[in-house]
């Protein structure tokens, strides 16, 4: 294993505990309201996941959903402007 991927697991293993962490003790919510999305994500990438059915939308966004699609969000879904 390459130095860079090493460093990069460990960066996303403490971020993983540390959310863990957080939720475990109730300082992080096991939701979002779609404000709240916006504001962390924007509000063109929160429409567009759940317009596409990646992240299941009622009154509330699950935020492990969220934080699953937008750590793994790229440009193949985006549409070119003259598409939209």
């Known amino acids: ?3 860079k991927q ?3 697991l460990f960066s996303q293993s403490a971020v993983t505990s540390t959310q863990k962490v957080l939720a ?3 300082a992080l919510p096991a939701s ?6 916006y504001k962390l994500y924007g509000r063109s990438d ?8 990646l992240i299941p ?3 509330r966004i699950d935020r492990a ?3 699953r699609i937008a750590s793994q969000s790229n440009r ?3 549409l070119p402007v003259a598409d939209r």
């Open 46 to 53: 929160v429409d567009r996941w759940i317009a596409e059915g």
């Open 24 to 26: 475990g003790c109730g």
């Open 76 to 78: 193949i879904t985006y």
């Open 32 to 37: 979002f309201t779609k404000r709240q999305a």
């Open 1 to 3: 294993m390459e130095r």
């Open 65 to 67: 959903a969220l934080e």
């Open 6 to 8: 090493l460093a990069l």
């Open 57 to 59: 939308f009622k009154e």
